[in-house]
């Protein structure tokens, strides 16, 4: 019996600590410092003692810069960053001289465009002034599916304006990126894709009359059907709906924007203080990396003397409570330890894959996924997960960036594709770009184009002509 409840004790006390740990672990360098100073507040304990301590081998620290021991590289291999966890309570982001990628101080946050900025930025040049707050109204109107959720003829009540008003702004909207967004059903919003689409390419006959007429049968797949309809067989029919279905999409915020428009993990926040820090460990190209996990408070976390020493004395009736709180005071230190350990070996592993992207840039990323670097470290993936959460990292160049960046599988293909289209002579169609894509190595469909056009914020090819044109009139000397 007495081994019974040992063993359950046991079984509950790491329980807690796997808790707990995964807790902190999801917590960035500001959280987890209003965390402790909570636990500072609340059990007596614990005490933060004004020795300043090395967080990784619990040496004391100098009184200037990290720690000698944990940031000397053991060999001078370039590829083995130097990784350790740094007290710095205070300082300022710093970027290399002569880094690459000059961006002001003040430039250290992520934009977040949600749709509605996102179609209004587009049709703005085209836009009257008088109709922004039509055009607004509109878009601040659509559903997850970037569906119209109300009629027109109540937003031209609502404005005192004619329909046929409303109807031409919505016109506009239709056709920015994602095509159709704006449409008041699925069907409407493959008809409007068909229309932009037959400027670029060839439509299958009756295309249009399938999705005008035949929705119903599209939709449950029933060929057969749709083919007496249409007076054709049941093979074109099929070729029709592999069309429509490779092409087109029903839900236009679900298919081009999706998970752009709320990115899980990048991009409510924005980064002013990160919770790593990459620097070179001189000048030399082949230096090998400097990795600092930011930790929240400069002293050291232990154990107060005092109460340990007044525990054994401890009043009958505070004697469980000052029990309880040594024990939880004890957990939260061993968890720390382990939360720095897991995010150490994170680094040490990510910073060694993803050198060339550190050091030059997004084109240079290499596609690495959680579950990967899970499998590779021998943790579960909702370990790196939470590691990963809502942290932050500052690159030698200065630029401060999610470090749920690193894992970013389609940033070097989007930088490939703002490249492309920087350099273009005339407006290249999502089909041509996806061709070059391909030549330079990345196999990536049209619709995957258009995707990534989208998350980059760069308008389709007809809007960036009518954009090109713009630009070259305005520029042309006035009589």
């Keep these: 019996m007495i081994f019974q409840t040992q063993s359950t004790a046991l079984r509950h006390l790491a329980t807690a600590h796997l808790a707990q740990t995964m807790t902190l672990l999801s917590l960035n360098a500001a959280e987890l410092r209003q ?39 053991v060999e001078p291999v370039v590829d083995e960053p130097i990784v350790f966890v740094s007290p710095r309570d205070d300082f300022l ?26 179609v209004m930025r587009q049709i703005a040049p085209e836009l009257a002034p008088q109709d922004r707050s039509i055009a607004a109204h509109i878009l601040t109107s659509l559903d997850d599916d970037g569906l119209l959720t109300i009629p027109l003829l109540e937003i031209a009540r609502f404005h005192h304006v004619l329909i046929s008003r409303i109807e031409s702004v919505l016109h506009l909207i239709q056709r920015s990126e994602p095509v159709g967004v704006g449409s008041a059903s699925p069907q409407d919003a493959l008809l409007v894709q068909l229309e932009i689409l037959a400027d670029t390419r060839p439509i299958p006959a009756l295309a249009e009359r399938a999705v005008r007429e035949g929705m119903e049968f599209l939709s449950r797949r029933q060929y057969s059907e749709l083919g007496r309809l249409l007076g054709i067989p049941t093979a074109q029919v ?28 990048s991009n409510q926040d924005a980064y002013h203080l990160p919770d790593v820090i990459i620097t070179r460990l001189n000048s030399s190209p082949n230096s090998p990396l400097v990795v600092e996990i930011v930790s929240p408070l400069a002293g050291k976390l232990r154990i107060n003397p005092l109460f340990r020493s007044a525990l054994q004395d401890a009043p009958t009736e505070k004697a469980e409570q000052w029990k309880s709180d040594l024990e939880q005071a ?6 720390l330890q382990q939360r720095d350990h897991t995010i150490v070996r994170l680094m040490q592993r990510l910073a060694a894959i993803q050198r060339r992207f550190i050091l030059q840039g997004d084109a240079h990323l290499e596609p690495v996924t959680r579950a990967s670097l899970a499998t590779e470290l021998e943790v579960h993936e909702s370990t790196i997960s939470r590691a990963v959460s809502s942290k932050s990292v500052q690159l030698p160049s200065g630029r401060i960036v999610p470090l749920a960046k690193f894992f970013d599988r389609s940033l070097h293909i989007r930088t490939a594709l703002r490249q492309i289209i920087a350099q273009e002579t005339k407006p290249l169609t999502d089909t041509q770009l996806a061709k070059i894509l391909k030549n330079q190595g990345f196999r990536v469909a049209r619709r995957t184009v258009a995707k990534y056009r989208a998350m980059e914020g760069i308008l389709p090819a007809h809007l960036r002509h009518a954009s090109t044109n713009r630009s070259t009139l305005s520029s042309l000397p006035h009589a």
Excluded at 36 to 45: G, R
Excluded at 94 to 116: F, K, N, Y
């Design 238 to 265: 099929k070729q029709i709906a592999k069309f429509i279905s490779e092409n087109l999409n029903p839900y236009p915020a679900r298919a081009h924007w999706g998970d752009v428009r709320q990115l899980p993990e």
């Design 330 to 335: 004890n957990l939260l230190i061993k968890c």
């Design 93 to 118: 982001p710093t970027r290399e001289p002569g880094s690459p990628e000059d961006i002001p101080d003040e430039e250290l946050a992520a934009e977040v465009i949600d749709l509605p900025a996102f």
């Design 35 to 73: 965390k402790i100073e909570s636990e500072l507040a609340s059990n007596p304990a614990l005490e933060l003692s004004e020795t300043t301590v090395c967080p990784t081998c619990r040496k004391r620290l100098p009184e200037r810069g990290p720690c000698p021991l944990c940031s000397r590289p």
